[in-house]
């Protein structure tokens, strides 16, 4: 799996024009000051607790260590989520809050 192959998954979806309907506004004409190059990054697995490998796709505040959610895509699930940059228990270390059979699906849960 490579970024380009994580980008044409998200591609192929927004070509469909599927409703982007969530609470922190990011829409269609907006979407592209957040999608990023998509990038590995560890975060802890909740079921399991351990750290996982997930590829971060969207960024909501990519100027803040902290603050805004991520999109993710799990190679492990074949599936996009939500997650956080930081957790209590790990420093430095992200969560993933939950998993989602599509991008949209993800960005429409935020």
């Given at each position: ?56 796709v969207l960024d909501e505040d990519a100027a803040s ?46």
């Open positions: 799996m490579n970024e380009e192959i994580i980008k044409n998954f998200i591609i192929k979806e927004l070509v469909q024009k599927p409703d982007i309907n969530n609470w922190h506004s990011i829409n269609y004409g907006n979407i592209d000051k957040y999608l990023i190059t998509p990038v590995k990054r560890k975060l802890v697995d909740p079921v399991t607790n351990t750290i996982e490998d997930y590829w971060v260590e902290s603050n805004g959610y991520l999109i993710i895509y799990s190679e492990n699930e074949q599936s996009f989520g939500i997650a956080t940059k930081k957790n209590t228990q790990f420093s430095n270390v992200g969560t993933c809050v939950s998993l989602y059979d599509t991008f949209i699906d993800a960005l429409n849960a935020m």
